[in-house]
């Protein structure tokens, strides 16, 4: 396998997998479909979604949609584009290859229930939902999509999960915390080239490398696997990618741990939301049902059945600052 390492930008190539993973975290792509080992504390099968948190309607939001003039793409449904790409965001069964699955799944489903809706998951490509969504195909989309000032031109968002990026190391490490630029000095990081998260990163080691310490060294891989086999293996300090998957492989595998988490829109702050075209009336529902599944508990018990207890939020947000235009 071969690695290619610098702190420079420019004429690196990262292979698909690992861009596409961190494009996820800017809710610029999607991740490619990934495998899911069947072991560990995750069913992903089409029995999860038999455990699958469900609520009643939220009267509040029933009346705030009757009152929203909204219409549905299809009466009493809630049509929902997915674009599902690796647990446990959002990926396919293992045993048919269709049932969508993951928490942005589990959400939409609260969603719809809250709001006296059916819930109609459609599994769309990455580049599909935008225009389906601005034209009514679909009622929202609910696939790690990120508030961006640049989108609130054309969508509205209820936010639902924090958007959070953190670092694993290998499960014996002697790191045990990640949490601001002199924990990386002289330390070797694989991230994704082009992501948000790379910005904080060489951002990070400029810090060091003005206050007189060894910046440290982003390395980039051709591929997630290689990119894990060299951490296992002490080739490298740690990653710095999106906390969803980084907690997800820590809980199946038993080969890393996460040592630190920020947000993706570090410094700024970043939030996940359910995006429905602008003006429609949707999104405040939306909000609303959200709140009464944070108050209810139900909210963390999705965070929770996927591992992302740190992308929790205190409250929905209709339209909150976003990542700034480019």
């Not at 980039?220 to 060299?230: E, M, N």
């Not at 963390?300 to 339209?319: I, P, T």
Request: some cysteine.
């Amino acid at each position: 396998m071969n690695i290619r390492i610098t702190r420079r930008r420019r004429g690196l190539i990262l292979g698909a997998a690992l861009t596409a993973l961190g494009l996820l975290l800017a809710g610029c792509a999607a991740e490619p479909r990934a495998s899911a080992p069947s072991t560990g504390p995750f069913d992903l099968t089409t029995k999860n979604v038999r455990d699958r948190p469900r609520i009643d309607p939220v009267p509040e939001a029933v009346a705030a949609l009757q009152a929203s003039g909204f219409t549905p793409a299809k009466s009493g449904t809630l049509t929902v584009a997915h674009a599902p790409f690796t647990p446990p965001i959002l990926f396919l069964a293992e045993d048919d290859n269709k049932t969508i699955l993951g928490s942005d799944a589990d959400f939409a489903q609260l969603i719809a229930d809250g709001l006296g809706l059916t819930y109609a998951p459609k599994s769309v490509s990455w580049a599909d939902w935008p225009l389906g969504v601005q034209s009514g195909k679909y009622d929202i989309g609910a696939s790690n999509i990120t508030v961006t000032e640049e989108r609130k031109d054309l969508f509205d968002f209820a936010t639902y999960r924090d958007d959070v990026v953190s670092f694993a190391v290998a499960k014996d490490s002697a790191i045990t915390r990640i949490s601001e630029a002199k924990d990386v000095s002289g330390k070797k990081v694989v991230v994704g080239s082009g992501t948000n998260q790379e910005k904080v990163l060489l951002g990070w080691f400029a810090a060091n490398e003005a206050a007189g310490l060894p910046p440290g060294e982003a390395v980039y891989f051709d591929d997630v696997a290689a990119a894990t086999l060299a951490l296992t293996s002490g080739r490298v300090d740690a990653t710095l990618g999106p906390n969803a998957t980084n907690a997800y492989r820590a809980a199946t595998t038993g080969e890393t741990k996460l040592v630190g988490a920020i947000n993706g829109g570090y410094p700024a702050n970043a939030e996940i939301g359910a995006v429905t075209a602008r003006g429609n009336g949707l999104a405040e529902p939306i909000r609303i049902v959200l709140d009464a599944l944070i108050a209810d508990g139900t909210y963390a018990r999705v965070l929770a059945r996927w591992s992302v207890e740190s992308e929790g939020l205190e409250r929905s947000q209709v339209n909150p600052p976003g990542l700034p235009r480019e």
